[in-house]
């Protein structure tokens, strides 16, 4: 059965911390990681990982894959009361394009 | 203006009623999603369309049905609604090609009392 876990469930840090959240995962058939970020509504999309030990960044947040250890982290520095969301991450299939789902990190950001 | 838009936002019925969510986009994918989002279960994928006359199961279809009335319109039925189906459901799109990433809706809240 295809799985995705994510680790932890949820984190409590201060501002300024950085925070490291794990997804691992065991698919048949696998062809990239997404990450998203959710806050009240809609998952918005961080990043797609297709090719292991390239790292992604966008400002503060930054991932990497590893496709040997079938893992992936994203990490954020600094952290800001804004960072407080839910985080997805979702191993796509390359046999029929769906999307294995995570139960998410729920991150808070304290002042 | 939203590329991927819901219909209705919020829904409460009752059991038994059939209910219709309704998803619209203006990103001329071809690819479209239903989910739905329970605490602490992540997404689930309910049906997908690859294009107009391309429509798949996914992992929770059973009480479902969907229809794919042109490529920027994508429904979602509940024959017969039932409590259990009390969730967020969200429609997404991707492009075909090797962005492979999902555009999602803002999504629906339906309870069944």
């Known amino acids: 059965e295809d799985k995705v876990v994510q680790s932890p469930l949820s984190l409590v840090v201060h501002e300024g911390d950085t925070v490291t959240l794990n997804c691992s995962y065991e698919v048949t058939n696998f062809r990239s990681l997404l990450w998203y970020k959710q806050e009240k509504k809609a998952p918005t999309f961080l990043f797609m990982l297709?090719?292991s030990g390239i790292e992604k960044k966008s400002g503060r947040l930054s991932s990497i894959l590893d496709k040997k250890e079938l893992f992936s982290i994203l990490n954020i520095t600094a952290t800001q009361t804004g960072d407080s969301a839910v985080y997805l991450c979702?191993?796509?299939?390359?046999?029929?394009?769906?999307?294995?789902w995570g139960a998410g990190t729920k991150l808070i950001i304290k002042p | 203006d939203a590329d991927v838009t819901q219909t209705p936002r919020n829904r409460i019925t009752k059991t038994g009623k059939r209910i219709m969510l309704e998803c619209s986009q203006t990103k001329g994918h071809d690819r479209m999603y239903w989910y739905r989002q329970d605490p602490g279960l992540g997404l689930r994928l309910i049906y997908y369309s690859f294009d107009v006359k391309d429509i798949n199961k996914g992992e929770i279809s059973d009480g479902y049905s969907v229809s794919r009335q042109a490529q920027a319109k994508f429904s979602l039925s509940l024959e017969s609604a039932i409590p259990n189906q009390t969730a967020l459901y969200f429609c997404a799109t991707s492009p075909q090609g090797s962005t492979d990433t999902q555009y999602f809706g803002p999504g629906t809240r339906l309870t069944v009392l």
């Open positions: 297709t090719s």
């Open positions: 979702a191993a796509l299939l390359d046999s029929n394009y769906q999307l294995i």
